[in-house]
């Protein structure tokens, strides 16, 4: 009988992005760990070393991914954020220490369409970036001297008019009243003039 030619070892790189709306990157590469290694048991072959890189493009999650690659990063949770549709809600950012303290911050976790249930409501015109600004906010008054904000996965497309309100920043209409809060895509018509604040100028700083 002939031998049977023994099986290299292999290496198998996994480097999946997120599938929008279903499973961050790193739950993807556990779900492909989990299968693969199930079909090498039933075909009895040895399973693959895997080398685990979870990548983003800055949408959902693009801070598990870097947390994952990032010695020392924390989240820190933030309570009555503004989601898309006005309504408040937990969310977080993460932190990572060092000579620069840093703050990354995903759009989707704060006004991401995945956070809009009822696809009925799916509206641009009437979704606001508000909370992406609480949490920048939330980032600067913890002494973060860099935020970086990834903008994948938005719900909302209002120019971030909201998130700027939330920092700070007062629009006005034609009558000189200031907009209310949660600006929307539908209220940008409306808005004739705006006053930076001064929590802008000390971020331009």
């Not at 199930?38 to 070393?49: D, G, R, V």
């Not at 809600?89 to 991401?112: D, H, N, Q």
């Not at 980032?139 to 909302?156: C, D, L, M």
């Amino acid at each position: 009988m002939e031998a049977k030619t023994p099986h290299k070892e292999v290496n198998l790189i996994l480097a999946p992005s997120g599938y929008k709306e279903w499973k961050a990157s790193d739950e993807v590469i556990d779900m492909w760990v989990r299968y693969i290694t199930e079909l090498c048991e039933e075909k009895k072959i040895p399973h693959p070393k895997f080398i685990c890189v979870p990548i983003n493009d800055g949408g959902e999650g693009t801070i598990n991914a870097i947390f994952e690659a990032t010695e020392g990063a924390s989240y820190i949770t933030v309570e009555g954020v503004i989601d898309p549709l006005g309504q408040p809600r937990s969310s977080e950012y993460l932190s990572i220490p060092g000579t620069v303290k840093t703050a990354f911050i995903e759009m989707a976790r704060a006004s991401g369409i995945g956070l809009i249930k009822d696809e009925t409501r799916r509206n641009p015109l009437y979704t606001t970036s508000y909370g992406t600004g609480q949490l920048i906010l939330d980032a600067y008054y913890t002494n973060h001297k860099r935020i970086v904000v990834g903008t994948g996965g938005a719900g909302s497309h209002d120019l971030g008019a909201g998130m700027a309100q939330a920092l700070g920043v007062k629009f006005v209409d034609e009558e000189g009243r200031e907009m209310p809060p949660y600006m929307n895509n539908a209220a940008l018509e409306k808005v004739k003039d705006f006053e930076l604040g001064e929590i802008v100028h000390e971020l331009a700083e």
